[in-house]
């Protein structure tokens, strides 16, 4: 299995130039880019050119972009704006190589019935197949394991995948969303590996389901999380890819960004390698 450094974790104690100079060093193979912050600060003083030269002659290459925000249940101009953004996301993959983006589901306090919710994440998902089918590029979705997400669950998650049926289009599975709300390792055990394209590792303190946020992420293996029944059913059902280390711990934001890489790095590697 591959590994693969997402930007979150240094979220604020580094930038692009330097997560991808210390994760070269620490034998990362992939990362996955920040588009919202670190991508554009980037390009303040370089270019998609530059960060393409980079990928060509250093072993650490592009994983994904992430992310495409609250793409499901917009109005006409918000809608208008996903796909114009999901549309210069394809040129950056063409430039630098990523293979995904992962596409996040719309965070909301308005209450949605859920047919409507998995009719407008099937619409929007199928459109942005169509766009990315010619990039040779596929859509992540990451269900948010939080009551406000308008997908919050593998199994929702899941679902929504099935009914796109497009082999373009698949999963996050996020250990810490997983755990989050509640998902049950028994829908994992049933579902069909090749739609989990890339897997998100990280640990949780123990508080109660329907209440974690993302600032109570621990280091993989120092929390609450079931890590052995995530991986092993994984392994199980046929996956062997990535494992991308994520977290938000704003402690952890408190050390230098090789601290933090190298941890993240050490951390999960302890885990992993007692399964792959």
Partial sequence: MKLCF??????????LEKDLTI???????????????KLPEYLKTHT???????????????????????FNNRDEAGHAAIIQEFQEMM????KIGAKYVVAVPLVTTEKILKKDIKQSCIEVLQELSNIAESHGVKIALEFVGHPECTVNTFEDAYDIVQAVNRDNVGLVFDSFHFHAMGSKIENLKNADGSKIFI?????????????????DRVWPGHGAIDLEAHI????????????????????????????TIEKAKTTTLEVISKYY
């Fill in 23 to 37: 994760c070269e060093q620490n034998g990362y193979d992939y990362i996955e880019i920040r588009t919202m912050d």
């Fill in 6 to 15: 997402n930007e979150a974790t240094t979220l604020e104690n580094s930038n």
């Fill in 48 to 70: 998609l050119d530059d960060l393409a030269t980079y990928f060509q002659n250093h072993h650490i290459k592009p994983l994904a972009l992430n992310a495409l925000v609250f």
């Fill in 232 to 259: 092993t059913t994984l392994k199980q059902i046929g996956y062997s890819d990535v494992v991308s280390v994520e977290l938000f711990r704003p402690e952890y934001y408190q050390l230098t960004a090789e601290e």
């Fill in 199 to 215: 897997f998100h590792i990280d640990d949780t303190e123990d508080f109660q389901i329907g209440l974690l946020t993302d600032d």
């Fill in 91 to 94: 040129h950056i993959c063409d």
